[in-house]
């Protein structure tokens, strides 16, 4: 059982916007402006999407955001496409004992 | 561009140890800026954080990993290394190595993984 709850799955067609959940606690989530989000498409490593809750890095596309509410993040696709289809993982630190969690991951289909 | 590279054995016996290693190119193992860790993925499932480390040799691990875990750095060759003993079959996973800006920060960029199955 992952530490960060997020949803097993969401789906959206091309050009619509979908938000994936993911939910934590006082101890990680909401307390720190630490979250970060990945995304990974079959048999590759993980890639940065997001970070600090909401930056996005050098050569992310701004269709990807961030956002968090007391200890629930989420990210935002805006304008779907057929290669934003992967799995996606949020992450946050969790103070100087715990460290860092991840959550379950959330598959995305695009229909 | 800095780049990160697993290898290591892709099999190991249960109750042994796993050792990985991470090596770094385009940029400085040393510097001061940045945490090298080490997740891993069981196949079909989440990411788990196994540990991170800094050049100087401090350590962080997870809690739940802590007691059989050790990372370490070897500067002169720009690498750093993971050592997970008594391994069982539930620590079969892709194992991969990361930058991260701070103990509190992103993991950025990855190494592409390697694939670790523990079978006798």
């Known amino acids: 059982q992952s530490a960060l709850t997020q949803p097993a799955s969401v789906s959206g067609s091309p050009g619509q916007s979908i938000t994936i959940s993911c939910t934590g606690t006082?101890?990680?989530?909401?307390?720190?402006?630490?979250v970060s989000w990945y995304q990974q498409h079959p048999g590759k490593a993980p890639k940065l999407m997001i970070y600090?809750?909401?930056k996005r890095p050098s050569g992310v596309s701004n269709r990807f955001s961030g956002s968090k509410s007391a200890n629930t993040a989420s990210l935002t696709i805006s304008g779907l496409q057929a290669e934003d289809e992967a799995d996606y993982y949020c992450?946050?630190?969790?103070?100087?004992?715990?460290?860092?969690?991840f959550g379950g991951g959330t598959k995305l289909t695009v229909l | 561009q800095l780049q990160l590279q697993e290898s290591g054995p892709g099999l190991v016996k249960p109750s042994e140890t796993l050792s990985l290693t991470c090596a770094v190119s385009?940029?400085?193992?040393?510097?001061?800026?940045?945490?090298w860790g080490w997740i891993r993925q069981p196949p079909g499932k989440g990411l788990e954080w196994i540990g991170s480390?800094?050049?100087?040799?401090?350590?962080y691990y997870n809690p739940t990993l802590k007691s059989r875990v050790t990372i370490s750095v070897d500067t002169s060759k720009n690498q750093f290394s993971l050592k997970l003993s008594s391994v069982t079959a539930a620590d079969t996973a892709v194992y991969y190595c990361?930058?991260?800006?701070?103990?509190?920060?992103?993991?950025?960029?990855w190494g592409q993984g390697t694939l670790v199955t523990v079978s006798s």
């Open positions: 990361a930058r991260s800006s701070t103990m509190r920060g992103h993991f950025d960029p």
């Open positions: 385009g940029g400085s193992i040393s510097s001061s800026t940045y945490y």
């Open positions: 480390m800094y050049y100087s040799g401090s350590t």
């Open positions: 006082i101890s990680d989530v909401g307390d720190y402006n630490y």
């Open positions: 600090d809750v909401s």
């Open positions: 992450c946050s630190y969790a103070g100087s004992t715990t460290l860092v969690v």
